[in-house]
């Protein structure tokens, strides 16, 4: 019995083992985009867990699948539309625009990407190339190429987002703004703007953030600023909560950066990849909806279909939150686009959009202290992990813990600092 339901799981591997991985990968990328916003907030372990996995699982599945689909092209003429999905996973790969890097040691690992970008494209060409000749249908061609085009362009811009995320390069950025901007003229304009806007001023707020994250950059790049590089008695510091509310959406801000692509999105060739991402989807799914799918099998077809019209749907979703983004607002209110800033600003208090820039209340910590007063040799965990070439795992994940900050406390803090930094700056 067991040796007769091994070999009808073999005869289901081989039959549709590719169309399973081809569709766990598309499910990998619908459940990034969903629920990586997690970890803005306050979320179960077991949830973090699972997005930890999918996100390790989404890039091995789509390129253990791109390199097995030349083998299904070859092996008979009812399946050559498995190499139409080439470009798919090579878009799969470059995920979604909510998760880039799960930690910031994959920002680090950007190169490797860029590799294999370089290799997996190169498979993707050769499936396509193999798939040309065998195709009857010239618009399927054509549908084929365009998603090579927009896979080819996402993975590029993950890879591009995950340099621009990494601490190297956010230094870098530091030392080439220096102190310059922190007394740019527009500073007063930001806080001319911001204070004073009454109970419901979220979204002046966010502006004001975005406007002032060149100083949050600098202190993440551990840029030394003293009083006098910070002319504090030039600015109209908000107090009371709009500080703390303030102080969240520079975090968050700072979260886009480091673990999604908003750094890149919001850039002109941001905005070209998704203009062209959009249009080039939308052309393929039409392309390949009158072309004739005779000959081939159902489940492919099926799940062709599938594809293209998730990819569209994940591309309008993708647009729309760049255009409804908060650093879509601050860029029409540096270009003074008043009435378009308007209508979005209009727009994002309606879906209550700025409460989303919270932060979840807590800081993952690395106990210095612990890790000194106690010797991994003395207990079995921390042997155990030594002998494996585990000990600097084992030191990161038992010293280390989430410590919880109460919002009143922080509060508090930030109102007792500003006003010395006022005092000092003053007496300087």
């Given at each position: 019995m067991a040796a007769g339901e091994g070999g009808r799981l073999v005869q289901f591997?081989?039959?549709?083992?590719?169309?399973?991985?081809?569709?766990?990968?598309?499910?990998?990328?619908?459940?990034?985009?969903?629920?990586?916003?997690?970890?803005?907030?306050?979320?179960?372990?077991?949830?973090?867990?699972?997005?930890?996995?999918?996100?390790?699982?989404?890039?091995?599945?789509?390129?253990?699948a791109l390199g097995h689909l030349s083998a299904i092209t070859n092996s008979s003429p009812e399946h050559h539309l498995v190499a139409f999905w080439a470009p798919f996973l090579l878009l799969h790969l470059g995920g979604p625009d909510s998760i880039t890097a799960y930690a910031l040691e994959d920002s680090r690992l950007?190169?490797?990407?860029l590799l294999t970008l370089v290799v997996q494209a190169l498979g993707a060409v050769?499936?396509?190339?193999?798939?040309?000749?065998?195709?009857?249908?010239?618009?399927?061609?054509?549908?084929?190429?365009?998603?090579?085009?927009?896979?080819?362009l996402k993975y590029a811009e993950r890879t591009w987002a995950l340099k621009c995320g990494g601490t190297a390069d956010i230094r870098r950025r530091a030392e080439k703004w220096g102190t310059v901007y922190l007394n740019?003229?527009?500073?007063?304009?930001?806080?001319?703007?911001?204070?004073?806007?009454?109970?419901?001023?979220?979204?002046?707020?966010?502006?004001?953030?975005?406007?002032?994250?060149?100083?949050?950059?600098?202190?993440?790049?551990?840029?030394?600023?003293?009083?006098?590089?910070?002319d504090m008695s030039r600015l109209s510091l908000p107090r009371g909560q709009d500080v703390y509310r303030l102080v969240e959406?520079?975090?968050?801000?700072?979260?886009?950066?480091?673990?999604?692509?908003?750094?890149?999105?919001?850039?002109?060739?941001?905005?070209?990849?998704?203009?062209?991402?959009?249009?080039?989807?939308?052309v393929a799914a039409l392309l390949f909806q009158f072309s004739s799918r005779r000959g081939y099998s159902g489940v492919d077809v099926a799940i062709s279909y599938v594809l293209l019209?998730?990819?569209?749907?994940?591309?309008?979703?993708?647009?729309?939150?760049?255009?409804?983004?908060?650093?879509?607002?601050?860029?029409?209110?540096?270009?003074?686009?008043?009435?378009l800033l308007g209508v979005l600003k209009y727009i994002r208090r309606s879906f209550r959009a700025a409460r989303r820039r919270r932060w979840s209340g807590s800081i993952r910590q690395?106990?210095?202290?612990?890790?000194?007063?106690?010797?991994?040799?003395?207990?079995?965990?921390?042997?155990?992990?030594?002998?494996?070439?585990?000990?600097?795992?084992?030191s990161t994940a038992h010293y280390a813990g989430?410590?919880?900050?109460?919002?009143?406390?922080?509060?508090?803090?930030?109102?007792?600092?500003?006003?010395?930094?006022?005092?000092?700056?003053?007496?300087?």
């Open positions: 591997w081989n039959e549709l083992g590719i169309q399973t991985l081809v569709l766990l990968s598309f499910t990998f990328q619908v459940f990034l985009l969903v629920v990586a916003g997690i970890r803005r907030r306050k979320a179960s372990a077991l949830l973090m867990l699972l997005l930890w996995l999918v996100y390790l699982l989404a890039d091995s599945t789509a390129i253990y950007w190169l490797r990407h050769y499936v396509i190339y193999s798939y040309v000749p065998r195709s009857s249908s010239t618009l399927q061609q054509q549908a084929a190429v365009l998603m090579l085009v927009v896979g080819v740019s003229i527009w500073t007063e304009r930001v806080w001319s703007h911001v204070v004073d806007r009454g109970d419901d001023n979220e979204e002046e707020l966010l502006i004001g953030a975005y406007l002032l994250f060149f100083l949050c950059i600098h202190l993440f790049a551990g840029t030394v600023i003293s009083p006098s590089d910070l959406m520079e975090m968050s801000l700072m979260y886009d950066t480091m673990y999604t692509k908003a750094r890149v999105i919001h850039t002109w060739y941001g905005y070209c990849i998704r203009a062209i991402s959009l249009v080039a989807t939308t019209v998730g990819t569209v749907a994940m591309e309008i979703v993708s647009v729309s939150k760049t255009m409804g983004s908060t650093w879509m607002c601050a860029w029409l209110y540096r270009l003074r686009r008043d009435r690395y106990n210095l202290l612990h890790l000194c007063t106690h010797e991994d040799r003395s207990e079995l965990g921390g042997r155990l992990a030594s002998m494996v070439g585990l000990g600097g795992w084992w989430t410590t919880h900050i109460s919002a009143t406390d922080l509060r508090e803090l930030l109102l007792k600092t500003l006003p010395r930094m006022d005092a000092r700056n003053s007496r300087a």
